[in-house]
């Protein structure tokens, strides 16, 4: 099982609310990613993270921001959320280099806004 | 900026019998991993394949590597109505940025 937890599972909301949606490892991971998923799968590197206070932007630009004040938990903000934000949003981390050690990842958010 | 790509896309086969996926990448790797996400559910990683490897196997899954071609291939033998799920294959290269780039993965689904 996974030590990995992001909530909430689902979520519908409407156009222009503020969300965030949680991610939380219990592992000691320095390492955290945020991957958006699209219905035909592909997975899109959009937020990561290799410590307390360090971000960066993934492969994928998004009107997200993420933040890393403790290295258990990775938030993700959107300040105001669009119909184009509706996707499934999955976390991750890893205990090392990826030449070395795969991801672990949550069970993802399904967010919808209407 | 998808770097494998499963082959194929979808595929549907009894319950007993040997699936075989297929992974193409384009740039040299590091490590080549395979990953399972249920229907609605987060992806587990099953196996990670160095560069220098060609073959390794994890209870029923046999991975083989060929970096002459570029390509990988998942195995499940003797195959379950559990194993349905979508595999997506995911690469690490060479250029030491450190990040797991995945494909778009493939949709199998076990029929009883």
């Known amino acids: 099982e996974a030590d990995i937890y992001q909530t909430p599972r689902y979520l519908v909301i409407g156009t222009g609310k503020k969300i965030t949606l949680e991610c939380s490892q219990t592992m000691g991971h320095d390492k955290m990613y945020w991957y958006q998923q699209d219905p035909g799968m592909e997975l899109h590197l959009i937020h990561y993270s290799y410590g307390v206070n360090s971000t960066e932007k993934g492969d994928l630009s998004s009107e997200s921001t993420v933040s890393r004040i403790r290295t258990e938990h990775f938030p993700l903000t959107l300040e105001s959320a669009r119909p184009s934000h509706t996707s499934q949003y999955l976390c991750?981390?890893?205990?090392?280099?990826?030449?070395?050690?795969?991801?672990?990842f949550g069970s993802g958010t399904r967010l919808t806004v209407v | 900026s998808q770097q494998g790509e499963e082959d194929p896309q979808a595929l549907s086969i009894q319950e007993g019998e040997n699936a075989t996926m297929n992974c193409s990448y384009k740039?040299?790797?590091?490590?080549l991993q395979w990953y399972r996400q249920n229907s609605g559910r987060g992806l587990v990683h099953l196996i990670l394949?160095?560069?220098?490897?060609r073959e390794k196997h994890s209870g029923r899954l046999r991975v083989t590597l060929d970096t002459s071609k570029k390509s990988s291939s998942l195995l499940i033998t003797a195959s379950r109505a559990a194993d349905t799920a979508s595999y997506f294959c995911a690469t690490v290269s060479m250029n030491r940025d450190d990040k797991i780039i995945f494909g778009k993965g493939t949709r199998l689904h076990i029929l009883p």
């Open positions: 740039t040299s790797i590091n490590n």
């Open positions: 394949i160095r560069s220098n490897e």
């Open positions: 991750a981390s890893s205990r090392g280099t990826a030449v070395n050690y795969g991801y672990t």
